[in-house]
């Protein structure tokens, strides 16, 4: 299970509960986020948390698996799977994207000002902070809203928040540009494979909108569609009795099998 920013493995807490009753399930931090460190001077870029991934399973002596990624774990768990297409078993996308895109809501692009974003972002919490708000339909219980937080409380501690809205590769020039095409080429070799593909997506998101999922739609066009028009961004906090019993069958299927198509849920 691989987040995104500005969340951490919290999001995937009822996932981790649930599926572990039949699989091993591993919920990572990416470097700087949840629990795990948070260095100063790291360079939180794509190709960076693609290795820290790659480096876990190497050290896991994980052979095989499935994914699920949810906003920045698209392009970090489908960039690490590309690179080994044959690796991957079963995947399941939640809001998210793994090839470039020009579209970038102005409240993100504003935290992207070389001074003025770094403020929000860092000192004021302006993204992480409002997130909890904007990224939900429904109003989240003030000790869980505390607990996306918890880990992001201080300047310091919200580094990587503040890298990751920097390394959105909107240019050629970009950093992380090169990168992102090369996770991008990679889906091509994903796509081909008769892996099960299962998308669960919140119809109100203001950053992954239905852009988004019809891209992905196109790319996997044998994938198993659920579009839950009233949930937001962090879909599995909107629409999580839905999602549920979708996850529980996509995964007690063996991988591999053939499943039926779904259809939008309403």
Known sequence: MVHGNPTWSYYFRHLVTLLSRTNRVIAVDHLGCGLSDKP????????????????????????????????????????????????????VILNTAAFRSQRIPWRIQLCRWPVIGKVLVRGLNGFAGLAVFMAVTRRLRPEVAQAYLAPYDCWDNRVAVDGFVRDIPLSPTHPSHGTLVRVEEGLHALAARPIPVLICWGGRDFCFNDHFYREWQERFPHARCHYFKDA?????????????????????????????????AR
Do not use: C
Not at 51 to 79: M, R
Not at 247 to 252: H, I, K, P, Q, V
């Open 40 to 91: 100063q001077d790291y360079p939180y870029q794509l190709k960076n948390h693609m290795d820290n991934l790659q480096t876990l399973l190497t050290q896991l002596e994980i052979v095989s698996y499935s994914l699920i990624v949810h906003d920045w774990g698209g392009a970090i768990g489908l960039g690490v799977a590309g690179k080994n297409p044959q690796a991957l078993e079963k995947l």
């Open 232 to 264: 937001g961004h962090y879909v599995l906090e909107d629409a999580l009795p839905s999602i549920r019993p979708l996850l529980e069958d996509f995964f007690a299927a063996a991988p591999g099998s053939s499943a039926p198509s779904g259809h939008p």
